[in-house]
């Protein structure tokens, strides 16, 4: 049997239509060989080809024509183009969610499903070409990559009841400690933790020197939100917090490593200031500040900038906003407003205010929602507070004593990660120290001691 992507591509197809269907009531009925066909797809994910053969020169047929070149990661691009995570992924999860077996599985193919292609391997006697060529294979493999899992973060963080699933299913082996934790136990938070790790990636390593597009940055982040809060809503924050307070007992000290990448992936990539400043404004804090109070009366003008500082715009609207243009026809589209600024002639403006009033009539322009991304900072900043009280020190302890031992399991990544975490938390904490102290109520003032007074009381004496 030929294996050419073609071949490959249908075969996959195929044990995707046998995972099982949706009734007409809306329920996800699944398939006879269900269980089957999640194991076919877990092979055919392990067996996916990096780099393809984009570098390889045209080839042409017995007849002729021109063959097709194989895409690098392209069984994941299918996956993500044939939407399967939503349309029985997700369902299997939600509607059988109490088979162990079912639930295993699918675990198994949304870890391999976000998993981003190994890294080039950069050798010491290699050219400036051989790297910039290993680069560009690279490049072509993991934009399509983010994009999949852009719309992967976005699916999970919509999906009802599969992380109530989920976190249920993690319930039974967190209650048990030492030895009375099972192997298979043990299999099944591990592969919780790189899932969870997976979804929260946002960027190709720097190391590779490959950029994403800026709207694929955008979209990104706007998934990261939606999927920190999620996680907020169903308890996974605080499970993470819970394993690095107790990342020290025998049974979850391998872990120390993975949930370290995990906090550098869910904190560093945003600032200790937006982050505190968001949740104190959700709360009201700086009207209650009697600190702050006492600045709008003796300096108006540094206490506005201040306070305008504090409310400004997210990184998604720092280019002067963003709008969602919704048609009669239900189509939705998002885009940039630009104020202040006209590319082109008079003429050109004249042609573009017609045409934006003929489309007025069937069109609706309304602000984008930007409650998800509020919420996401304040369950950001309550998850920060929980882990530097209780896990901060446990975590960070484990991972400096595997530097001190030079333990094998270390690698470059994990140095980068340890110092990022670090000064990212001793910012947030002192911030949040000043805020603290602001917040207190000015001293009050001891009256002088009046030198005229003294001196009578001592010539009586």
Not at 21 to 40: A, F, H, Q
Request: proline share 5%; hydrophobic share 40%; charged share 30%.
């Amino acid at each position: 049997r030929m294996e050419d992507d073609f071949n490959l591509r249908d075969e996959l197809l195929a044990a995707c239509a046998l995972l099982g269907r949706r009734t007409v009531t809306g329920e996800y009925v699944k398939g006879e060989e269900c269980l089957e066909s999640l194991k076919d797809l877990q092979q055919f994910l392990h067996r996916d080809d990096p780099s393809g053969d984009i570098d390889q020169p045209e080839s042409f047929d017995e007849s002729g024509h021109r063959v097709q070149k194989k895409l690098p990661w392209g069984l994941h691009r299918a996956l993500a183009d044939w939407n399967i995570l939503k349309n029985h992924i997700l369902p299997l999860l939600e509607f059988h969610g109490d088979d162990p077996e079912v639930l295993y599985e699918c675990m198994v193919v949304m870890y391999l499903m976000t998993q981003l292609p190994p890294k080039p391997v950069f050798l010491l006697d290699d050219e400036k070409g051989v790297k910039a060529h290993k680069t560009k294979l690279y490049g072509a493999a993991i934009v399509p990559s983010f994009e999949g899992l852009a719309m992967m973060k976005e699916q999970m963080a919509v999906a009802s009841h599969v992380l109530t699933v989920m976190m249920k299913w993690l319930m039974e082996p967190l209650q048990h400690q030492g030895d009375e934790r099972t192997e298979a136990e043990t299999v099944i938070l591990d592969l919780s933790l790189n899932l969870i790790r997976n979804l929260l990636q946002l960027t190709p390593p720097i190391e590779t020197g490959v950029a994403l597009p800026a709207s694929l940055k955008a979209r990104l982040f706007g998934a990261q939100d939606a999927m920190v809060q999620k996680f907020a809503d169903e308890n996974v924050l605080d499970l993470l917090v819970l394993l690095a307070q107790n990342i020290e007992e025998d049974e979850n000290r391998n872990w120390n490593l993975l949930l370290l990448d995990i906090f550098t992936l869910l904190f560093v990539k945003e600032d200790p200031a937006e982050v505190i400043g968001s949740a104190d404004l959700e709360r009201g804090e700086w009207r209650t500040s009697l600190r702050k109070q006492e600045l709008l009366t003796r300096n108006p003008k540094q206490a506005c900038l201040a306070e305008k500082k504090a409310r400004l715009p997210s990184r998604h609207q720092r280019f002067a906003g963003t709008f969602r243009t919704t048609t009669e026809n239900g189509l939705t589209l998002v885009g940039h407003k630009h104020e202040g600024k006209f590319v082109g002639n008079a003429h050109t403006k004249k042609k573009l205010t017609g045409a934006s009033k003929r489309k007025l009539g069937e069109a609706v322009l309304h602000p984008k929602d930007q409650v998800g991304r509020t919420e996401a900072l304040v369950a950001m900043d309550a998850a920060a507070q929980s882990f530097v009280s209780v896990g901060f020190n446990s975590l960070l302890g484990t991972v400096a004593y595997d530097f001190a031992m030079e333990s094998a399991a270390l690698v470059k990544a994990d140095q980068d990660n340890f110092a990022a975490l670090s000064s990212w938390f001793m910012r947030y904490h002192r911030l949040r120290e000043k805020g603290r102290i602001a917040a207190l109520p000015p001293r009050p003032k001891t009256p002088a001691p009046q030198e005229g007074k003294e001196g009578e009381s001592e010539k009586k004496e």
